[in-house]
């Protein structure tokens, strides 16, 4: 099946700043995206998602883009805090199928002093 | 309110050996996964359930077993483990309905076969 992929696996930015994380998504009939947050030892957290009839969705300190034109989503991260340190992963669904979701391989975020 | 739970955390099996994960909801979720975590990958289905007497399977199901007896618990099965089945292991859950297609995620139980 097709998956979603993200473009870097590794992402450092200072404390403070912004960061934006990337992600590919293959399959074109996906209507609904969340990204989630896996801190060390623990289980994935749900942080924001974007229907695929938005561009954009603002949460607390986050905002979701998404680029249906070239299957491309970004999480935007501002004011980076050292608790963003963590892997954040990019998932897609379409509807039927129980809502399955297919995970991309994350990237890990480190917020630096 | 525990969300979604996991037992156990950790487990060492030898390999031929057979052991059960139990998933435990208390938030009336129709739905229940379970994904398999492998370093630096992104979480795979394996089995998932639509509700009490349902299973299914996902992309990875070979080697697993599922049930769901209960709406509340989805267990997961390995009659025969292999060292291919080292990974840490997630349940998640969702409740049934447009709007509602965040699952929710248990901490994972860590699993080594050797």
């Known amino acids: 099946g097709e998956s979603v992929g993200l473009h870097l696996p590794t992402l450092s930015v200072q404390e403070g700043d912004n960061s934006i994380i990337n992600c590919a998504y293959s399959n074109s009939a996906s209507d609904y995206f969340i990204w989630y947050k896996q801190e060390s030892g623990k289980g994935p957290q749900f942080i924001i998602d974007i229907r695929s009839n938005m561009d954009k969705r603002q949460g607390q300190r986050v905002t979701v883009l998404l680029n249906k034109t070239v299957k491309h989503l970004s999480l935007q991260i501002a004011a980076t805090q050292p608790g963003d340190s963590a892997v954040y992963f990019c998932?897609?669904?379409?509807?039927?199928?129980?809502?399955?979701?297919?995970f991309g391989s994350g990237t890990q975020l480190t917020v630096l002093p | 309110n525990a969300g979604v739970t996991q037992t156990p955390k950790f487990r060492v099996l030898k390999t031929g050996q057979s052991m059960t994960l139990l998933c435990a909801q208390d938030?009336?979720?129709?739905?229940m996964y379970w994904y398999r975590q492998d370093p630096g990958m992104g979480l795979r289905l394996i089995h998932y359930?639509?509700?009490?007497?349902?299973?299914a399977k996902g992309e990875v199901p070979d080697g697993y077993n599922v049930s769901r007896l209960k709406k509340q618990n989805f267990l997961l099965g390995l009659e025969s483990a292999a060292p291919s089945q080292t990974s840490v292991y997630f349940c998640?859950?969702?409740?049934?309905?447009?709007?509602?297609?965040?699952?929710?995620f248990g901490p994972g139980t860590r699993l080594l076969v050797l």
């Open positions: 998640a859950s969702r409740p049934l309905g447009r709007g509602q297609e965040t699952q929710y």
């Open positions: 998932a897609e669904t379409l509807s039927g199928s129980a809502r399955q979701l297919t």
């Open positions: 359930s639509v509700g009490e007497g349902t299973t």
């Open positions: 938030m009336n979720h129709e739905y």
